[in-house]
Each structure stands twice: as structure tokens, then as C-alpha cells.
């Protein structure tokens, strides 16, 4: 992207008709200053827009809602991800963020992480490297990966796939961040690089089907590595298929009530919205409530787009807690989720809050480690 | 012959029998004077609640029929015919409403009930002193009016000459076309304007049923729904056919009067646009680079002054900005009315700009962009993807700053004043009535709205028929329109104008005044209260007389007459106070 | 009456209604075909009508009446088209009539039989649009032309079982001996010289707008329903309330389903700006202190009289907001609205007790059968195509057959009946022509 083009000629917004339905949905909107319809109106009245001395564009989650709802097809996000290239660009970045990118580009992850332990985790699991050959690449993701919590998830979906008699391999310490978030705060440049990189190893592996922990590594497989062609799958479609043809068979029960929470580059952005519904509702003993936020009307968790990495202008005011009130309001005692960056905001965010006793926050897959 | 009365009380399924007890009506009813027979029936327009009337009539020797039920506006017409078919006169029916006057307006069922009896006794006591009157037919002429040569008028004549009968386009200017002729390329669909109208008056003009005056104008009319007498002054420049020639040696003699007698009369006059000199605060008329849109149209024309080429003396504007709303919403001109095709052919006129201008700056003022019809959405959605900047906001004024021009404006979603220079402003100048509409209003006494169009006779179900029968409406005369719009509103006008053609024949009311001579002073009070001009002093007897084909029977005559010598038959003073009597 | 020039007019809505009484009034004859029970169509649901505020079926009932009496129209109600052969001045037209296991001609409009469906309100009403029930033997509204009894094949134990206890008791209570469930179809053939097209429109689906909840709260209603709602002859006799519970804010969401290309449905309905501009007087009428807000995003008040209405429904203290809401949801027992006001440049939740969705019109699901049959093509918007946007708004490609009212595109009463008349001097010109000589070389 050449950022000596004004936003107006990187980003096609001329659909726009100030309908504000894109701001009114964003669920930063009520918390910061961020008003994306706003700034699709200076980039088309005044031609450019500057993003100088703007820091609410840091607040931005990406969640996508803006582009769900617009009539006019436009996509407002683009605007944001342009802005920021321009301060990346110019070397206006948040200390935290920038961190992470060259944590990316040294290290291929964002958390200043060895590669070589990258695959730590799955010691002793009986996992094998893809290049050992296999029918599925598992697709592990940085969080996943390193982080303590998360890597829970990973091995319980290794569970599972062994369960299934999945014949599966994962890249090891080859492995790099997928990124998606790179993307998103603004750093094309690396995202080429090491998209570029990525696809190589793919190719070289001979992969046929990759399946992803995070919705966020799956949104950028499918939608933004370019001449990719092999099938992408999110863990939960998965693994739906996986008890739908009665390879993974539940032993035990769960006699809980669950509810769920769509993670956005899984629902909005990629409308998955069924598959993890259908595996809660398939484990025995499990009652599925819906809260009144879900689906296409989902709450963002405030993780996504680089949030991840960076505080935002207003972090006192969290969107997760508002999404504890509707879990307790519709009665669950467990809130499950698909994706590692809400796990993790929301298990801070319980904490925080002190919903962590009321409310246990998990991923799907580790339920149903529990019951096969 | 006594008075034989026959009572039907309808429960109209529970509409009625639910509120009221139709069984005790009926009975009250059978108990009154000169009452035979009175029922109550589940509905009494059925099928079998009509059979029982008819035998009733035959078997009793009912002569008069009062029908309890609905509003007369929607049963009256089925009942006289029902009791025409047995042998009766259709004006000895009376309908007493029990159903909107009764049922739908009371809740409490004992009041309610004796409420309806009331009703139907006073229409049972007017019903006994009802006469027969005698239903009408008058021949039609077979021939219609167009008045004005636009495009509306033009399409209403094709279909009523296609139908086989003649049309005279009496148009005021030398030529055919009106404004479409003004026009370069229409919206959506950036057709030419002049082909499409080409092929319209070449029709036209070859057409063997259509007779076209112009230089011409509609000075007076007489007569009545298939048998007008109108008179067309012609001016000399006349030229009968050619609708195009603008020869002068195509002279016509002196001015003459036509006298042309039809069945029907469409008025298509068209409208004015807006003089935008009446919004000084734009300096339309002081700057030359403030111009409306019709100048636009052809400025951008191939055959205009600069070849089709946007040039403003001679220089070529970077910055042309578009105003909307010139002249409509606007309350403080009296024009509250929006014109319904500005904000498209702004769109238009944006996007011819670009095509010629591919880097001008092109900004459009709106404060909402009204593009509803067929394809419209879809063309404001191409237009502004052409690079033209819509921004909301109408611009307070415009000044000059050096060699350009300033346009000062809210932009209301930046919630900022905003200054926009330009080399060109184009100012959406709205559509109002026509300054000399009065001059076809008068002789076919046309109706205004508030607006000051011609009044259409109901703005939902009748859109294109006035208080006049005979005479029809199409075009921008009766409202704001896209072309599109008023070609079906012309061919509507042509439906409406061919039924008395096609069927050579029109029933005419029967419910008319009366005049008793020994009673009348010819005062004239009475014509001045009549707005279908049924009334005129007959100047041998110095007595008023009534055109019974003209009248209406609405009754204002009547109340205007000092002496009362004027009563309307079927409301005469005995008929309405013996129910009125009844019912108190 | 039998070697009378004759035209086919499909869809029995106010267009169609329309272009057969002129057709008709002009001594022609005009076969109208209705697929519904009744004729009215659409506009027999609606309440008041913008701007003028006409009560709906106050209007339009005289002129049922006037259909169902004409001597020059024939009606085919529950009836459908299903074969179209020939060309202009002579097609060849078959009519199925479906069965409405109720023998019309003794059939008095009593209701004995509705009263005694087995089935009896456990049937979704489409003219109260699901906010009213019926039973399988049923008249579909009160003012229903023709005033008779039709049973739902569809539904109707005894057609669909075979039984319906031990005797059905519709049947059984019927004084006029008039169900008949051995009632087939029946075929009749026409001939006609024109065929007029007025299907008229589906409403938009609002549960395919996700945001607004539709269908999962049972505030959130359509304008269509909106009309049911404040009908003075529907479900709750014209009171503006769904439950107990007092109505305190009143939302009006325009756009839902139109000037959306993610839909599809890039255009706009035409409608539903005016629509709800009528609705929220209303409610102002019916509920004086409510608090009404309507969000907008171009206010399209184009026709005669159209801004006069919007000027006073502001001054009626009616607020407009420029935004289009994104989303809705509960708080509490209240809806909660979300939106940016463009005009304040900030995003705010509005609180609601009801929320009214301006649903668009889009094309019928049965458009298809009809290209088919009558080899239509259909515009980038899914409407039937006219032969020419200017100058041939109301023809089509195949010659001798017109298009009436909303079937071509979104339109106003006004428009429609314009258009249907339209139409109706086009058939009136075929249907003149001195027989054997076709129209271009009359002289």
C-alpha cells in the first residue's frame, strides 16, 4: 500500500451515504472517540484525512461490525487499518505494539517468545510434524502456543483429535504468527513478508487441510493469503463434522448450563455461527442457553485487532463486563468461547470484575476433553 | 298509490348485530306506518339477501325499500339495481346507516339498538315520500381535448387517437415538446432527451386522428362531460402540423377563434420552473456562473451555446458545486412542496460534469437526497462512486472572493460552517405551477391544492380525474413529475377521457335541482353559489334556468335562494324534515 | 356478451381492481384473476392511508364492491393463471380455480362454519400478518369480496387426513348445505386481447436483518403489522399495544431491507419514508404522550402533499434522527436501540417499548411462474421489466401485455392507480381496434 495516496484513494468509500449504521454499531463507539462514519465523511469531503494525534484509532478491535451492517457495501474498517498504516508508517505507534510487531518479525510471534519453544507444549502429547506427513495440519497459533492458559485449549483439541483418530501433524517450531493482528494495526509490509514465508512452508509441506485454534489465524487463511488454495477449517467446524459422522463419541456428561459467546472473526467476520452451538448442544447433560447478544448481534470481547496488545484510550470501561451481567442474567455457569483472544480478555476481565466465581470462562473444545 | 314499505335490516355478520340487536330493529321497523314487511338478514347485499328484496317487491307489491346497513357509499348503487331489476323505480331506495353512524361508533348494545331504530324510522318516513326520478344518458362527442403539447399532452393524445378517436393538442407555444425539449440526457437511464421525444411527436405528427394548434391557447369552454364547446384562439405564427417548423415564412393568416366541439378534455399545461432570483442570498442574475439547472441542461448541450462543453466565459471550472432545494421546501416562498425531481437531475448533471470534467471537484449540496424510483437509488449509488462529493447542508449564500465564487454552508455532518469556493454553481431550481394556470382553470373550472396545482378529484384513488367531469388531469399541472411518471399519468388521463368516447354515451346525474319560475326573481345568487356553473339567467323570461346535465344536485343553489324557489329533487324540504321529524 | 372484446387482468390489488374498472367502465369486458380468497390485496391491510390519512378500507371497500358488481368484470378469486398461449389480440388464457370446498352459490357469508372449524384460531391470519388468528374455514377479512366462505385445503383436517372427527363439524353446522369437500379444481379457458400484470409485491422478510431482532422480540414489529395494530378492525381494535404493558417509546427504524446492497436490494421502496411518517402520527393520535422517534437517513417525501405531512408529523412533536440504527437489544423488560446520530456526530441507545421496522417491498416469491408463463423479463431489481423506463413505463417486451402497480417497481396508491390506468387506455386502444387489422395500419 503506497501511503503517499490520501485515505480517499486507498480505501473505496464513495458507497458511503452517512448512514452512521457503522458507528452505531461499534462497540467502542459509547467508550472512546473513535467515530469511524466521521472519518469516511473527512476523507470524502476534505480528501484526506490525518491521523495525527489521533489515539483512539488504537481502540479499533477490528471486530468487523461496521462492514456487517453497512447497506452500501463500503468497509469502514478499511479506514482505520489505512490510518494506522500511516502512523506505523511514520513511526507514530503505541511502545506496546511496536513491541510486538518486531517481536513478529525476530521471533515469529508477538510475545517475545523463543521460537524454538514454540512447540513445548505439545511434548509428551504423541503429536507429529507435518512433515512427517498427515491429512490435517494442525495450525496451533502464537497464543496457543506460549500462553499457559491457552495452552490448555491446544492440547484438549489434541485430545480430541486423537479421540477421532484424526491424522494430524503440526509445524513445530516452523510454525510463525499467522498475522492476522499484524494486518490489522496497520503493518502491511510484514504481513507480506511473512505471509510470504508462510505460504512457502505450506507449499513445502505438501498441506492439503489446515485447521486453526483461533478464529483469527482462520480469517486470515481464508480470506486474506492470496492464491492459498487449500481448505481452512476452525477447530469447531471441525470437530462438528467429527461427532456429526460419529467419529468423536462422548463417554460422559457435563451437567452444567452453558452459554456462548461468538467470537467475531469467527461470527461476523466469517459467519460461523452454528458448528460451536451444535457441538455444545451435542454434549450430554449440557443445557444451551443463548444470552440476548449473540450471532450477528454479538458483543465484541475487546481482544481482537491489536487490542490485544495495546490498553486503548479508555481501558477502565470494559465491554466484557457487560457480557457477564447478560451470562448471569440468562443464568449459565459456564461461558464458553472459541477463540484464544477471548479467553484470555475474559479471564482477566473476570477476574477484574470479580465474575471469576460466579462464572468460569473456557473454550469449547476443553468441555468436550472433559466428556470423550 | 299508498306507500308500500319494505324494511331490510342487515346484521353485516357481526359488524352490526354484534352492537345492535338487528331482530328488535326489524320489529320496531314492522310496526311503523305504511311498513309491509320488514327482515332482518345475515347480509342483505348476498346474493340471497338481494332475492328476498326482489321477492318481496313482486310477492307484496312493495314500492318503497329502505335498507338498514352499511354506508350508502358502499351498497347504494347494488340496491338500486336490485330493485330495478324488480320492476321499480331505483330511486325509491332509501339506506339507513347503522353500521359507520351506528354499530362502529357505539359500544353499549341497548342504546345502540334504540339508536338504530331511529335511524331507520326516519328513513322510513322519508322513504314514504320518495319520488321516482328518471335516469339519464346524454351522447358523446367523439373527440377529446389536449390542452398543451408537452409531453404529457402529447402521450394522452396517442392513445386516445389510437383508440380511434380524435385528439386536438392545442399548445401555446410554436412548437410542440414543452419541457422535455429543453432537455439534454434523463435520469437514470442517460437516454436522449430529444430522441425520446422524437419519436414521440413523430407519431404525433403522423398520426390521422391528431390534430395539433400551436401558437394556440384554450380561451373558453362550455358544456358539460361529452359535450364541450371550446374556443381556441390562434395567433398568427401558427402551424398546424409541423410540430418542428420554425419556418416563418410559415405564416398563418390574421388571428382567428376555433370552435371545436369534444367529449373529453385533458389538461396537460405543464409547470414554470422556479425563478431563483427569488432566493437572492445564491446572487443568481448578479454572478454569471450561478446558473439553474435548465441552463445547465444547455450549457451541456451539443447543440448549446459552448457546443456542449462546460465552459463558463470561456474558462473551464475546476470546482462546480450543485444546490438542492432551490425554490422547494421552502415555506418562506409558500413553496412547501418538495419538486420531486431535482435531487435526480442533480445526480445527472453530476455525472455529466464528470464525464466532461474528469478532474473537476464536483460537490453536491443535499439535505436528503430523494432518489426513489426505479433505478434512481442505483444511479445515486454509481454517481457518487464517479468521485462526486455529496455533502449535507444548504448553503446559506454565495459571494465572491477574487475571480471565484464562495458557497457558505453548514456541512451538517461535520456540525461545522464550511466555505467551498467554485467556478460554477448549479442551482436545482424546483418546479411551480404554471403563472398563467388561472386562464385554463377558469373556463374548466379546475380546482387548486394548497400547493397550487390543479386539484386532482382524490389524491389516492383518483389521482388524474377532477371536480369536472369530462376533464382530466396529466402531467406537472396537477404535481411535480419525472417523465416517467407523467407518460403513465397521461396514458391514466387517456383511460379516463376514453370511457365516454368509447362508450359514446354517459349516464348523467338524476339528482339535479329544480327551479319553480313562480318563485324565482333571477337574482343570480343562485349562480354564484354553483360551482359547476349550472345556473345562468335566461335574459328572454329574466328567470334563472338549470342545466340539468351540468348540475351536480349538491344543493347549494338551494340554500343560496332568498325566495326558495330552488329544490333538489330527491332532497326536497318534505323528504328531509319527515326524517328529520322521525328521528327527534 | 359473449363476443365481447375482453382483457385478462392478473392480481385483483388495487392496481389490477383498477385497470378492470376502466377497462370495464369503457364497455369492454375484463376478467380479473385473484389468487387470494378475496380481492383488495395489500392495500385492505393497511390502516390510514399518507397522506391524506383516508381510512384505508374506507376508500377502497366501495370500490371492491364496485368490482364485485360490474357487470362488464368477471372475477376469478382463489383462482390462478396457468397457461398463457397465443399473441396480442388473441391470447389463450387457462384459469385454474382452486377448490374452495364451499359451494359459492349457496354459501350466504354466515360464519357457522368458521365458527365450527376443528381448526378454529389455531391458524396464522395472513391479512392480520400473524398477529390474528383463523381457522381453515375462513373469509380472510370482513369487507372480503366475493362475501364468502372459503376452506383451506392447506390445512383442513378432513382434506389433508380424510376425517376431521367423527363428522366435520363445519359441514354439519352449515344451514345453507354448502361444504363440499369433494370440490375439485376447476380449469376455464379465455380469450382475451390483453393481458394487464398486477401482482403487486411480497414485504420485505425483516428477519433477514438479523440486528433487529426480529422474530426474537416480540416489540419489534413490521409496519405492515404496524397497520394491523392500529386497524380499528384488527386484533386489538386499533389500540397501539402488544401487551399490558404501557407503550412510553415508540421507535421507527426506516430503510429495513431497501438501499441494501448486501441484500441485494439496492433500491429504495418508495413507501415506507411516507408510511411511517403516517404511522408515528398516529401513534401520536392514539398516544399523546408517547415519545415517538423515527430514524432516517434521507427523509423522501416526494408526492403531492408529502412534505405538507412531514412538516406537521414534526410539528406533532415527533422526533427525526438521522442514523440508521445498527442494533437492538434487551435491557431489562425495555428494548434498547443503538444507533449514531449523524447530526450529533455520537452514538446513543434509545430506549423502546415498541420498535416499528419500515420494511420494504420487494419482488414476489412467485415472480419466476409469472416470466415464465407470460415470457417477462425482470429488471436488475427483480421487478418486472418495462419495455422502456421514459416513455413505456406500463408495456412490456411481449406486445399486448402491461404492467400494473407494484409488480413493476415500489409505488404509492396514487402511482399505482395511475399506472393501472395506464394500462387499462392501452388494453382500451387493442381492444378498439376494428377486428383483423392490427393497430399500426389502422387509417
Not at chain 3, 47 to 55: A, H, K, N, R, S
Not at chain 3, 147 to 170: A, F, W
Not at chain 3, 244 to 255: G, T
Not at chain 3, 344 to 366: F, N, Q, Y
Request: charged share 25%; with cysteine; proline share 5%.
Amino acid at each position: 500500500m503506497e501511503t503517499d495516496q490520501t485515505i480517499l484513494e486507498r480505501c473505496d468509500l464513495w458507497g458511503c451515504i452517512q448512514c452512521g449504521k457503522c458507528t452505531g454499531g461499534c462497540p467502542l463507539s459509547f467508550k472512546t472517540t473513535l467515530n469511524v462514519r466521521r472519518l469516511i465523511y473527512e476523507a470524502l469531503v476534505e480528501g484526506d484525512v490525518n491521523p495525527d494525534g489521533m489515539e483512539e484509532l488504537w481502540d479499533c478491535t477490528t471486530c468487523g461490525t461496521c462492514v456487517l451492517r453497512c447497506p452500501k457495501e463500503v468497509e469502514p474498517v478499511d479506514v482505520i487499518v489505512a490510518l494506522r498504516t500511516e502512523l506505523v508508517d511514520g513511526g507514530i505507534i503505541p511502545p506496546t505494539i511496536r513491541d510486538a510487531l518486531t517481536s513478529v518479525f525476530r521471533y515469529g510471534n508477538p510475545s517475545l517468545m523463543q521460537p524454538e519453544e514454540r512447540a513445548d507444549w505439545a511434548e509428551g502429547l504423541g503429536v507429529k510434524s507435518i512433515s512427517d506427513g498427515a491429512d490435517v495440519l494442525y495450525f496451533v497459533g502464537c497464543i496457543p502456543s506460549y500462553d499457559d492458559r491457552v495452552q490448555k485449549v491446544a492440547k484438549a483439541l489434541v485430545k480430541a483429535f486423537h479421540k477421532a483418530e484424526v491424522d494430524f501433524g503440526i509445524l513445530g517450531v516452523e510454525e510463525k504468527c499467522c498475522c492476522n493482528e499484524v494486518r490489522r494495526v496497520g503493518e502491511e509490509g510484514l504481513f507480506e513478508y511473512v505471509v510470504e514465508e508462510q505460504q512457502e512452508l505450506f507449499s513445502s509441506c505438501n498441506v492439503e487441510h489446515i485447521v486453526t485454534t483461533s478464529p483469527h489465524c482462520f480469517n486470515t487463511f481464508t480470506n486474506e493469503y492470496e492464491g492459498l488454495d487449500i481448505k481452512v477449517q476452525h477447530y469447531t467446524q471441525f470437530v462438528a463434522e467429527l461427532i456429526d459422522n460419529g467419529k468423536l463419541a462422548f463417554t460422559g456428561e457435563l451437567n452444567k448450563v452453558v452459554t456462548y459467546h461468538d467470537p467475531c472473526f469467527l461470527g461476523k467476520q466469517n459467519a460461523v455461527y452454528d458448528e460451536p452451538r451444535k457441538i455444545l448442544q451435542s454434549i450430554p447433560g449440557v443445557e444451551f442457553r443463548e444470552m440476548d447478544r449473540t450471532r450477528d448481534r454479538s458483543l465484541c470481547c475487546e481482544g481482537g485487532g491489536g487490542r490485544m496488545w495495546g490498553e486503548g484510550t479508555n481501558p477502565e470501561e470494559r465491554l466484557a463486563t457487560s457480557r457477564f451481567e447478560e451470562v448471569l442474567s440468562v443464568g449459565a455457569d459456564i461461558m464458553a468461547v472459541a477463540c484464544p483472544f477471548c479467553l484470555l480478555t475474559f479471564d482477566l476481565a473476570a477476574k477484574a470484575g470479580g465474575y471469576d466465581e460466579k462464572v468460569q470462562v473456557t473454550d469449547i473444545i476443553e468441555l468436550v476433553a472433559e466428556v470423550i | 298509490m299508498p306507500p308500500k314499505v319494505g324494511v331490510y335490516v342487515c346484521h353485516c355478520g357481526i359488524n352490526i348485530a354484534h352492537t345492535v340487536a338487528v331482530q328488535d330493529v326489524a320489529r320496531a321497523a314492522a310496526g311503523l306506518p305504511d311498513v309491509a314487511v320488514a327482515r332482518d338478514y345475515i347480509y342483505v347485499c348476498s346474493d340471497p339477501g338481494q332475492q328476498s328484496i326482489q321477492d318481496d317487491i313482486k310477492e307484496l307489491g312493495l314500492n318503497r325499500v329502505v335498507v338498514a346497513s352499511c354506508s350508502p357509499r358502499m351498497h347504494e348503487l347494488t340496491f338500486r339495481r336490485v330493485i330495478q331489476e324488480a320492476g321499480l323505480n331505483p330511486y325509491y331506495l332509501q339506506i339507513a346507516n347503522i353500521r359507520e353512524q351506528c354499530s362502529w361508533v357505539h359500544s353499549e348494545r341497548g342504546s345502540a339498538t334504540e339508536k338504530a331504530k331511529e335511524v331507520v324510522a326516519a328513513a322510513v318516513s322519508r322513504a314514504r315520500l320518495l319520488e321516482p326520478l328518471e335516469e339519464r344518458e346524454v351522447q358523446v362527442t367523439r373527440a377529446a381535448l389536449v390542452v398543451g403539447g408537452g409531453i404529457a399532452g402529447l402521450q394522452a393524445a396517442l392513445d386516445i387517437a389510437d383508440a380511434g378517436y380524435i385528439a386536438y393538442v392545442v399548445e401555446k407555444e410554436s412548437t410542440v415538446g414543452g419541457k422535455v425539449a429543453q432537455l439534454g440526457l434523463t435520469f437514470p437511464t442517460l437516454d436522449d432527451a430529444g430522441t425520446l421525444l422524437g419519436e414521440i411527436s413523430e407519431r404525433v405528427e403522423q398520426h390521422p386522428n391528431i390534430e395539433v394548434f400551436t401558437n394556440s391557447e384554450l380561451v373558453d369552454a362550455e358544456g358539460f362531460i361529452g359535450n364541450f364547446q371550446v374556443k381556441v384562439h390562434r395567433h398568427p405564427r401558427h402551424s398546424d402540423k409541423g410540430a418542428h417548423s420554425d419556418n416563418a415564412e410559415d405564416l398563418a393568416p390574421a388571428e382567428s377563434v376555433l370552435e371545436l366541439g369534444v367529449g373529453t378534455v385533458i389538461v396537460a399545461t405543464g409547470f414554470d420552473v422556479f425563478d431563483a432570483s427569488l432566493k437572492p442570498e445564491f446572487g443568481y442574475s448578479v454572478y454569471d456562473n450561478v446558473i439553474t439547472a435548465l441552463e445547465f441542461e444547455q450549457l451541456s448541450s451539443p447543440s448549446g451555446p459552448t457546443g456542449g462543453e462546460i465552459k463558463i466565459d470561456g474558462r473551464t471550472p475546476e470546482d462546480v458545486v450543485f444546490i438542492h432545494c432551490v425554490g422547494s421546501r421552502d415555506r418562506n416562498l409558500g413553496n412547501p412542496y418538495c419538486s420531486r425531481i431535482c435531487c435526480m437531475y442533480t445526480a445527472k448533471q453530476a455525472h455529466i460534469v464528470r464525464e466532461k470534467l474528469p478532474e473537476a471537484r464536483i460537490t453536491v449540496f443535499y439535505i436528503d437526497v430523494r432518489a426513489f424510483g426505479k433505478g434512481f437509488e442505483e444511479f445515486y449509488d454509481q454517481v457518487r462512486e464517479e468521485r462526486v462529493r455529496y455533502r449535507r447542508g444548504n448553503p446559506s449564500e454565495i459571494y465572491r472572493r477574487g475571480d471565484r465564487l464562495v458557497v457558505r454552508a453548514e456541512d451538517t455532518l461535520l456540525g461545522k460552517p464550511i466555505e467551498v469556493e467554485a467556478d460554477l454553481v448549479v442551482l436545482a431550481a424546483g418546479i411551480v405551477p404554471r403563472e398563467d394556470a388561472g386562464q385554463v382553470a377558469g373556463p374548466l373550472k379546475l380546482s387548486r391544492s394548497e400547493d397550487g396545482f390543479f386539484m386532482e378529484l382524490h389524491p389516492k384513488l383518483r389521482p388524474v380525474d377532477t371536480t369536472t367531469d369530462g376533464v382530466y388531469l396529466a402531467g406537472c399541472c396537477q404535481g411535480p413529475k419525472d417523465i416517467t411518471d407523467t407518460i403513465a399519468q397521461a396514458k391514466a388521463a387517456a383511460s379516463s377521457a376514453l370511457i365516454p368516447l368509447s362508450l359514446g354515451r354517459v349516464r348523467v346525474e338524476s339528482v339535479t335541482c329544480a327551479i319553480d319560475p313562480l318563485l324565482c326573481s333571477g337574482c343570480g345568487l343562485c349562480a354564484e353559489a354553483c360551482v359547476y356553473g349550472a345556473l345562468a339567467l335566461d335574459g328572454r323570461t329574466g328567470l334563472m334556468t338549470a342545466n340539468q346535465v351540468v348540475c351536480k344536485g349538491c344543493g347549494a343553489c338551494a340554500t343560496a335562494c332568498p325566495s326558495g324557489a330552488i329544490v333538489v329533487k330527491h332532497f326536497t324540504p318534505d323528504q328531509i324534515l319527515a326524517e328529520v321529524e322521525a328521528a327527534i | 356478451m359473449g363476443d365481447m372484446e375482453a382483457t385478462l387482468v392478473i392480481g385483483a390489488g388495487i392496481a389490477g381492481m383498477q385497470a378492470a374498472l376502466d377497462i370495464a367502465d369503457a364497455g369492454f369486458k375484463a376478467y380479473l384473476v385473484e389468487k387470494e380468497p378475496s380481492i383488495g390485496g395489500r392495500m385492505a391491510q393497511l390502516d390510514e392511508t399518507f397522506p391524506t390519512l383516508d381510512c384505508s378500507s374506507c376508500i377502497l371497500t366501495p370500490q371492491m364492491v364496485s368490482v364485485g358488481g360490474h357487470p362488464n368484470i368477471e372475477l376469478f378469486t382463489y383462482s390462478e393463471v396457468v397457461e398463457v398461449d397465443g399473441s396480442a389480440g388473441q391470447f389463450k388464457v387457462k384459469v385454474r380455480k382452486k377448490p374452495r370446498y364451499i359451494d359459492v352459490d349457496k354459501c350466504t357469508g354466515c360464519g357457522i362454519c368458521a365458527e365450527n372449524c376443528r381448526l378454529k384460531d389455531r391458524i396464522d391470519s395472513e391479512f392480520n400478518v400473524a398477529m390474528g388468528r383463523r381457522g381453515a374455514a375462513y373469509m380472510p377479512f370482513p369487507q372480503a369480496v366475493p362475501l364468502k366462505y372459503t376452506i383451506d385445503g392447506e390445512h383442513c383436517l378432513m382434506i389433508q387426513r380424510g376425517k376431521c372427527g367423527k363428522s366435520p363439524p363445519c359441514r354439519d353446522a352449515c344451514p345453507a348445505e354448502a361444504i363440499d369437500f369433494k370440490q375439485a379444481e376447476e380449469i376455464v379457458e379465455l380469450e382475451v386481447v390483453a393481458i394487464i400484470v398486477a401482482t403487486g409485491f411480497d414485504p420485505f422478510d425483516a428477519q433477514l436483518k438479523p440486528e433487529y431482532g426480529y422474530g426474537v422480540y416480540e416489540d419489534v414489529i413490521t409496519g405492515l403489522q404496524f397497520e394491523r395494530l392500529s386497524s380499528a378492525s384488527g386484533p386489538t381494535f386499533g389500540e397501539i399495544k402488544l401487551d399490558e404493558r404501557p407503550i412510553k417509546d415508540v421507535v421507527f427504524i426506516q430503510c429495513v431491507g431497501s438501499r441494501d446492497r448486501t441484500l441485494g436490494n439496492p433500491y429504495c421502496s418508495r413507501v415506507c419514508c411516507m408510511y411511517t411518517a403516517k404511522q408515528a402520527h398516529l401513534v401520536r393520535e392514539k398516544l399523546p404522550e408517547a415519545r415517538v422517534t423515527v430514524f432516517y437517513t434521507d427523509m423522501r417525501a416526494f408526492g403531492k402533499g408529502f412534505e405538507e405531512f412531514y412538516d406537521r408529523v414534526r410539528e406533532e412533536r415527533v422526533l427525526y434522527r438521522r442514523g440508521n440504527p445498527s442494533e437492538i437489544y434487551r435491557r431489562g423488560d425495555r428494548l434498547v436501540v443503538r444507533a449514531e446520530d449523524t447530526l450529533l456526530a455520537k452514538p446513543i441507545e434509545m430506549e423502546a417499548d415498541l420498535v416499528v421496522l419500515a420494511i420494504g417491498l420487494v419482488p414476489r416469491e412467485d415472480a419466476d411462474d409469472v416470466t415464465g408463463l407470460l415470457h417477462l423479463s425482470r429488471s436488475g431489481d427483480g421487478f418486472f421489466m418495462e419495455s422502456h423506463p421514459k416513455l413505456r413505463p406500463t408495456e412490456t417486451e411481449v406486445e399486448g401485455i402491461f404492467l400494473a402497480g407494484c409488480c413493476q417497481g415500489p409505488k404509492d396508491i396514487p402511482d399505482a392507480v395511475a399506472q393501472a390506468k395506464a394500462t387499462a387506455s392501452s388494453a382500451i386502444v387493442m381492444m378498439s381496434q376494428p377486428k383483423d387489422k392490427p393497430a399500426a395500419d389502422q387509417e
